[in-house]
């Protein structure tokens, strides 16, 4: 989305910035994904800010409840009975799913063979698709759901195809009719599970319920999957401190020392 040919340009107009060509109240603000080819001279010299999912299940799914259109309570309760109970369970599964997808590639290769980039695009397509195939049919079509979400929308992302297989395997989990019976169990343990039918208030209380952080039986993982998890973790922190602090500065110092 950048053309690194022009990098080294913008880095000059950056280093021409200065408090006396300038006025006080100017600031520039650029938005962009990471990239190689950004200037790390820009990098270092700036107040950074990052926009990356919440950390755990609990917490991605409270920020998805937030989103438009799902934050909306004429999307939520926009249906009249007995759709609009099925309509708030399956939009329920579904931001679990999201959560799901997304977490899992912090286990690394254990979670996802390749790491996609799951977004709130896929997130909000999704939901309107529920809305509008549930309303629309005489019955729910769970195969529809599951084709539309799980091939179409997330599933367009995905290129391997064991990656491909376990994608299908959640969308046979939640989309499906016993997902429509009272609390249906979306873990192996039963903490994760779709609650009864109300208000999005409801639902949110149960979110807030749960554990701030979750085992790895919540993605269908092993418990020693966390150790895989928390070194990946640990390795990107780091490696990110480094690339911020400048990485070459501190072998040039060691070099002087020596």
């Given amino acids: 989305h950048l053309a690194p040919s022009w990098m080294p340009t913008l880095e000059r107009i950056c280093e021409a910035i200065t408090p006396d060509n300038t006025d006080s109240r100017f600031r520039l603000w650029m938005t962009s994904m990471p990239s190689p080819d950004f200037p790390s001279n820009i990098l270092q010299n700036c107040v950074k800010m990052t926009n990356e999912p919440p950390a755990g299940v609990r917490a991605n799914m409270r920020r998805s409840l937030a989103l438009d259109p799902l934050s909306g309570p004429d999307f939520w309760e926009g249906s009249a009975p007995p759709k609009g109970e099925a309509i708030k369970k399956l939009l329920f599964g579904l931001v679990y799913i999201h959560a799901f997808v997304q977490e899992r590639r912090r286990f690394g290769p254990i979670g996802w063979n390749i790491p996609y980039g799951f977004d709130d695009g896929d997130l909000r397509i999704s939901a309107r698709q529920v809305v509008m195939y549930v309303e629309e049919g005489r019955e729910v079509p769970f195969a ?79 418990s020693n999957a966390d150790i895989s998890k928390d070194l990946q973790g640990t390795e990107e922190l780091l490696g990110a401190l480094l690339a911020t602090a400048g990485g070459g500065s501190s072998g040039a110092g060691g070099a002087g020392g020596g």
């Fill in 144 to 222: 529809a759901l599951r084709y539309a979400v799980g091939e179409c929308n997330y599933g367009g992302r995905v290129t391997d195809d064991k990656d491909r297989r376990l994608m299908m395997t959640l969308m046979d989990k939640v989309f499906c009719p016993a997902i429509l019976e009272p609390n249906y169990r979306l873990s192996e343990s039963g903490l994760y599970y779709v609650p009864q039918d109300g208000p999005l208030a409801s639902y949110l209380e149960y979110i807030d319920g749960l554990p701030p952080t979750q085992a790895p039986e919540a993605f269908g993982l092993h």
